[in-house]
């Protein structure tokens, strides 16, 4: 039985790769991505073979994944951040039922969230929601209701694809959502290119979040009643009783 | 300036510690941790002095890293997961306001919900939520509060702290306020000691896992209203159109 392995790459740099991750990628004979994740690998990993497909190719993309496993070459699959969130290791599955003969490995690495949170300081901590905007798969309807839910259960909230060309108001939307819950100064950050070049993030209001523009490649963080900021730090304490 | 390093250190096995977290434990003068943890790493890091608070003296720990610091020292503070998840990494920032001749570097990791996932197949892949069943400092009513949004809201929803000694019941508790929304055949799945000696995992339905017993080293997922079993694993399709 073949294996194709279902790696997390993180958000970008080498070093925030798990040792794990690495050692799947070494072992490959051939790396199989979306074009800017196998970018990020491939330096590290000159003597692989890489192939991809563009983003709205994903079905092929696993197919391809399978078939290159069924010649008996031993295959990554890549993901940025974790493989089984907003990652490829789900549709490998659905489409792996036509391929019993191949088996999968899923290897977990660092996801936007905790990526992100590490460079704004502390925001998560504690129960948090991730939420994507991206409605190309699911109805807004459903976006805005897990965003009100969200909100009104206090809940940290970390959005995935803030934007694109076609979604620019859709933070602003999002934020408008939160705002019937928490306070216009509710502690929020954005953090751009985490792990990789031109990383940047802030850390602002509720408020001035809902007018700021973000592009695809920002996670967003938007605060719970008890975040506070911290030497400029955004941070969200463990718990409801004081230190 | 010196510096201490907040280091999430994954689930427990060393393959599934990041590099850099690895780099930083390599290069530390110290380690600090919770008993347990520390114990995960002593054996991949045996010429490091390690110094272990209990469970209950986490600020104690936190003033021995920046006193440590302080000392001229390098000190890593370990948590097991992510250190911004459940983590000290908070903390840190809070006892670290009388600390300001020393700056904190948070070093993310896998953390239990992104390392149980890769387990159980690909539970959570589109928006979820991650909630904590302990009341040690959070009221009750607020994260039954949480439990019913996310579940009205369609999350898939991760738990952390499932169980204690004093909380055998909890699990049983939030299922049924997950049920109130969800049916019976939901998919879920729970992993014991992720990436740690004894490693299991098991997928059920919610009306099984509500009669499941449970202890603390056990993550427990709850699946959406499109979560599936697909060869025995958990699987969420990503979005709402079908492949």
């Given at each position: 039985m073949s294996t194709v392995y279902v790696v997390?790459?993180?958000?970008?740099?080498?070093?925030?790769?798990?040792v794990e991750a690495a050692e799947a990628l070494r072992k490959s004979d051939v790396i199989i991505g979306y074009t800017v994740y196998v970018e990020l690998v491939k330096e590290h990993f000159p003597d692989k073979e890489f192939m991809t497909t563009p983003m709205t190719r994903e079905v092929d993309r696993c197919v391809l994944a399978f078939e290159e496993a069924k010649k008996g070459r031993v295959v990554s699959m890549i993901c940025s951040g974790d493989a089984g969130v907003y990652g490829m290791a789900g549709l490998m599955y659905e489409v792996g039922v036509q391929y019993p003969e191949v088996e999968l490995s899923i290897i977990p690495g660092v996801t936007a969230a905790t990526g992100g949170a590490a460079v704004l300081g502390a925001?998560?901590?504690?129960d948090f929601c991730l939420i994507s905007l991206s409605d190309l798969l699911t109805p807004w309807e459903k976006i805005e209701k897990r965003l009100l839910n969200a909100a009104e259960a206090d809940f940290v909230i970390c959005l995935y694809n803030p934007s694109s060309r076609k979604r620019h108001d859709y933070l602003a939307k999002a934020c408008d959502l939160v705002l019937r819950f928490q306070g216009e100064d509710t502690v929020c950050g954005i953090v751009e290119n985490i792990g990789r070049e031109g990383e940047a993030w802030k850390v602002m209001s509720l408020k001035e979040l809902r007018d700021t523009q973000v592009d695809m490649f920002t996670t967003v963080f938007i605060g719970n009643s008890q975040t506070k900021e911290i030497g400029g730090k955004m941070v969200t304490p463990r718990g409801y009783r004081n230190v």
């Open positions: 997390g790459i993180g958000p970008g740099a080498y070093e925030k790769m798990t925001p998560l901590i504690h």
